[in-house]
T-cell receptor, first 115, second 115 residues
Framework: NAGVMQNPRHLVRRRGQEARLRCSPMKGHSHVYWYRQLPEEGLKFMVYLQKENIIDESGMPKERFSAEFPKEGPSILRIQQVVRGDSAAYFC?????????????FGSGTRLTVV | SQKIEQNSEALNIQEGKTATLTCNYTNYSPAYLQWYRQDPGRGPVFLLLIRENEKEKRKERLKVTFDTTLKQSLFHITASQPADSATYLCALDRYSGAGSYQLTFGKGTKLSVIP
C-alpha cells in the first residue's frame, strides 16, 4: 500500500500563476482533507471532501482557492493567481471513515514557493 | 475563542529518560484527542487516539492521558531514544459549523533526545 501520494513535492510559481496540487488517498479511503502549514505555524484545516462532494470548505479562503475530488482520479487543490502569502506546505490526509474511529494518514506534502 | 496549547515549543531530554509533553485546550469539549509525530519535511504520522471516556491509552513505549476536567492531555515516551526526536502534535475534534467535525492541531512540541 503506497499510502497517501501527493505531487509534486515541490512547486515554484511566479506571482499571478496557477498552482495545482494533487492528492491520491490511500486505497479504500474515501475521505480526503487538505491542510496548510505556514512556517512556524500549526496545521490549518482547509477543506474536507468525499468522492464528488465538498463536505466542508469552512477553512478555505473565499477567493482563488478551490478543491475537488472527482469520481475518478486524485483530489486537486487549485490556487489561482498565487501571491507570496500562499507560500506554505500543503498536506493532504485521508481516512476510511468517520473521524472518531480513525487517525488521519497524511501525505508528505507539497511545498509551494511563490516568487 | 477555542485554543489548543502545547506548552513547550521545545523540549530537550537525556536518552533513557521519560519525555512528557503537555496539551491544554480551552473553550472545547472534544470527544477525543489524537497525537501525531512530524519529522522535518514530512507529513504528520498518527500515533494514538484517546476518547473522552478513556483516562489512559498505551502503545509500546507511548502513553497518553486525557483529563476532561483539567482540559489537558499528557503524552509520555518512556526510555526515550535519539530516534524519538521529532515534533509532536496534539489534535482535537472540533465541530466546524458546516455540518462536519474536523481535526484541529496544536503548533507542536519539538522534542530532542540527547545521547
Amino acid at each position: 500500500n503506497a499510502g497517501v501520494m501527493q505531487n509534486p513535492r515541490h512547486l515554484v510559481r511566479r506571482r499571478g500563476q496557477e498552482a495545482r496540487l494533487r492528492c491520491s488517498p490511500m486505497k479504500g479511503h474515501s475521505h480526503v482533507y487538505w491542510y496548510r502549514q505556514l512556517p512556524e505555524e500549526g496545521l490549518k484545516f482547509m477543506v474536507y471532501l468525499q468522492k464528488e462532494n465538498i463536505i466542508d470548505e469552512s477553512g478555505m479562503p473565499k477567493e482563488r482557492f478551490s478543491a475537488e475530488f472527482p469520481k475518478e482520479g486524485p483530489s486537486i487543490l487549485r490556487i489561482q493567481q498565487v501571491v507570496r502569502g500562499d507560500s506554505a506546505a500543503y498536506f493532504c490526509a485521508s481516512s476510511p471513515g468517520f473521524l472518531a474511529n480513525y487517525g488521519y494518514t497524511f501525505g508528505s506534502g507539497t511545498r509551494l514557493t511563490v516568487v | 475563542s477555542q485554543k489548543i496549547e502545547q506548552n513547550s515549543e521545545a523540549l530537550n531530554i537525556q536518552e533513557g529518560k521519560t519525555a512528557t509533553l503537555t496539551c491544554n485546550y480551552t473553550n472545547y469539549s472534544p470527544a477525543y484527542l489524537q497525537w501525531y509525530r512530524q519529522d522535518p519535511g514530512r507529513g504528520p504520522v498518527f500515533l494514538l487516539l484517546i476518547r473522552e471516556n478513556e483516562k489512559e491509552k498505551r502503545k509500546e513505549r507511548l502513553k497518553v492521558t486525557f483529563d476532561t476536567t483539567l482540559k489537558q492531555s499528557l503524552f509520555h515516551i518512556t526510555a526515550s531514544q535519539p530516534a524519538d526526536s521529532a515534533t509532536y502534535l496534539c489534535a482535537l475534534d472540533r465541530y466546524s459549523g458546516a455540518g462536519s467535525y474536523q481535526l484541529t492541531f496544536g503548533k507542536g512540541t519539538k522534542l530532542s533526545v540527547i545521547p
